[in-house]
């Protein structure tokens, strides 16, 4: 696995009226989101691959559908620079991962229903009152681009 993403497996507390799974407490790690947004992506869509140069995105996948979520490390001096992972995360095994700048990130919808996607990410989109250029780097725009998601 890439260094310095997070995977936490969630753990879902099950009863007669249904679910609930914690998907962040101040008191685990460091991290701080300052937002929150959720997605909803079509079967057999991609979203991304991108790349964030200051922010960190802090995706929890628990369904419905599933996901196969792509990473690529592109930071110097990484560790593993130059490795590619991926997962099947959402209602098939409900996670959090942790994605820090400099690595490159998108997932496709798998199955036959649409997938949900929660992002609390540590920097505001475009910025205090969304004045500020979007810290993206659109790989999935790019025709020559390594980064690929079939």
Known sequence: ????????????????????????????????????????????VVR???????????????????????LWDRRPGSVTNGEHSQLTVGQIKPTLVIVPPGVVHGYKCVGDIPAYCINLPDKLYKGINKKEEVDEIRWEQDTNSPYHID
């Open 48 to 70: 991304g691959p991108h790349e964030h140069q200051e922010q960190s995105d802090c995706f929890v996948f628990v369904g419905p559908g599933d996901f196969v979520l792509h």
């Open 1 to 44: 696995m890439i260094k310095d993403v997070i995977i936490k497996e969630l753990n879902k507390y099950d009863d007669d009226r249904g679910w609930l799974a914690e998907i962040y407490r101040q008191d685990e790690n460091r991290y701080h989101p300052v937002m929150a947004y959720v997605s909803v992506t079509k079967p057999g």
